[in-house]
């Protein structure tokens, strides 16, 4: 597939393997994503998404190649690269005891922003992200839906050109994950790249225009998602991962 515009994201020749661990491996891997894609990467447990996905981000630390975010080697620009990506992890990454508001606080100070800007994307996210009647309450009192609107909030709070996403609506109910499907094709058409992984395939079809399958640790394809459909003769996403990845079980 030909990537006409700017890289978002550029791996090359990423080798990583787990100390003492004969499990997984990547050997090799090459990745691009273009600036602006709605991009999937998707696989079974174990596959390697989250593992790439926190070597994306600087979490782990490649052993060989290299990765390019916006032209930026992480290796090499690492406060420059910060600014780059938000990243919305899974777990739940705040402070549970803190408010919404005093998380923002935190992260956004964090991330560089000054006071100024803080207190104006506080506003701006507990509105969007219905958050506003709980902006003072104690985050570990809040449901499952609310902690992953809070989650989301942390990783835009400074407006990152990158937005890397691994299971954002894990545990939700209908109007929450219908609520941050809506607010990412939003930051999307404002610019922003997504970069997600979820075992919500009918969820992710709908959102991601470009995929890629990853199982053990290797990229399986890569392309459009009407390209991949046609290619494979399947009629949705679930059906091309089984019929890539197999139906066995995965621990």
Not at 144 to 168: C, T, W
Request: hydrophobic share 40%.
């Amino acid at each position: 597939m030909a990537l006409t515009e700017p890289l978002a994201v550029d791996i090359e020749n990423l080798g990583f393997h787990y100390q003492g661990d004969d499990g997984l491996t990547f050997s090799g891997l090459n990745l691009k994503i273009a600036k602006g894609m709605r991009f999937g990467l998707f696989g079974p447990n174990g596959a390697g998404k989250t593992t790439l996905l926190s070597l994306m981000t600087g979490l782990l630390s490649a052993e060989e190649g290299s990765i390019h975010l916006l032209g930026h080697d992480i290796k090499k620009h690492n406060k420059a690269v910060n600014k780059l990506f938000g990243f919305v992890p899974q777990d739940f990454s705040f402070y549970q005891e803190l408010s919404p508001v005093e998380n923002l606080e935190f992260f956004g100070a964090w991330s560089g922003l000054s006071r100024l800007q803080i207190r104006k994307r506080t506003k701006e996210l507990l509105h969007i992200l219905g958050l506003e009647a709980v902006r003072n309450k104690q985050v570990d009192k809040f449901s499952g839906g609310m902690k992953r609107r809070v989650n989301l909030a942390i990783g835009v709070i400074h407006n990152p050109p990158i937005l890397i996403l691994d299971e954002p609506t894990v545990g939700v109910d209908v109007q929450t994950r219908h609520a941050i499907i809506n607010y990412l094709m939003e930051l999307n058409k404002n610019g922003t790249t997504l970069i997600y992984t979820s075992h919500q395939l009918s969820e992710a079809e709908g959102l991601c225009e470009d995929v890629a399958l990853i199982d053990d640790g290797k990229i399986i394809v890569q392309d459009s998602l009407s390209e991949l459909l046609k290619e494979h003769r399947q009629e949705s996403l679930e059906e091309l991962f089984l019929n890539l990845t197999g139906k066995a079980y995965r621990n």
